[in-house]
């Protein structure tokens, strides 16, 4: 393997798993590499191996790196405290929309970016994470198996999935300067989606009110609606109903076990027990009966 292909290949690995870090682990993450890359200089220094087994090496040690950190850095779902589930939390904060006590409900607003976006300094950004600074025009998504009318059909699908568990509304704006959570494209595609959060700097009851949310999704992937057992293609309505998980509050516990897992799953379209406690913690229980949250 030469410098080039494994340059690309190591750079294709990384970002297909830094996605499923949790966001504040994400730092962390990027010192512990630099930390295993430092250490094989160090020992590779004193020895003159071919371009091809250098390369070798160090994609072994970038793979070894990364499972090792998922495996250890990164909590489990067993881990994730005795509900299954991870709160959101930034400057060591948790952070949740309209009061700030947990167990208290909100009222959030939401659109979809009809024109390029650009979010400045302004806010206070989460800034470990990057994503969704800017934002596409969400017909950037559209394609052959998703029209925009299907596409606004899953985001309020999904939406309802939430207002379902807890005592949260959702209302959809048509003006994105009045929403609370834009969704829109990813200007810079990678990955799949993501979501980012800017919020209050001050901690009442010792959490961060959220004051913006957005979540971008790459144009270059196909979506699909429905699962139909490729999991190499992702139904819009179950990752949104992942990002607008982020967007509330909600981190990734592990690697499965329900929707705010890191892993994609074809094998539940509904919120998890784990899924239902976090959100339930952060807004309290639906006030409203009703049927299945999830039903197509």
Known sequence: MGTGEFLVRA??????????????????????????????????????????????????????????????????????????????????????WGDRRLGVGATISYAFAGEPLRFGDALNWFADAPNCRDLAPVDALLGEKLSRETLESEAAAAFRVWEGAACLSFREVSNTEDADIIIGAQTRPRGWAFANLAYSND??????????????????????????????AYDIRYTLIHEIGHAIGLDHPGPSGGVMAFRYTEAFDDLQPGDLRGVQRLYGQATRVGGKRNSR
């Open 11 to 96: 750079v294709a690995h990384f970002l297909s798993t830094l996605c499923y870090i949790p966001q504040a682990l994400q730092k962390r993450y990027w010192w512990a590499l630099a930390g295993v890359f430092s250490h094989l200089f160090q020992e590779t220094a004193m020895r003159t191996p071919t371009s091809g087994c250098l390369a070798s090496l160090f994609l072994a040690t970038f793979t070894f790196a990364t499972h090792l950190f998922l495996a250890v850095g990164t909590p489990l779902t067993a881990r994730a405290g005795e509900g299954g589930y991870r709160l959101l939390e930034l400057d060591d904060r948790k952070v949740k």
């Open 203 to 232: 901690a009442d009851e010792g959490v961060h009110g959220i004051e913006q949310a957005l979540v971008c999704l790459n144009p270059d992937h196909d979506w699909k609606v429905g699962f139909d057992g490729d999991e190499d």
